[in-house]
């Protein structure tokens, strides 16, 4: 396993030591690859709705149709 040396802001290091005591990781490092799988994860995710998006073809809403029915959402929760 490679090594790989991280520079921190102090409040950064201090979240990382209170994940480490209250046991949610055994380590600064469990903590860091647990965070690089998450990103690894979301990545597949977004990549897999751009490509849903794309092959699923053109509208046939207005960009006016798509904003309205957004702003109805946000508004009727």
Do not use: C, F, H
């Not at 209250?22 to 897999?48: C, F, M, V, W």
């Amino acid at each position: 396993m490679a090594t790989m040396n991280v520079s921190l802001p102090d409040l950064m290091r201090e979240w990382v030591n209170t994940q480490i005591e209250r046991g949610e990781y055994a380590s600064s490092s469990d903590y860091i690859r647990d965070l690089i799988r998450q990103d690894q994860r979301r990545q597949k995710l977004l990549q897999a709705a751009l490509t849903d998006g794309l092959n699923s073809g053109r509208s046939s809403r207005t960009a006016e149709d798509i904003m309205n029915a957004a702003q109805k959402k946000l508004t009727d929760g």
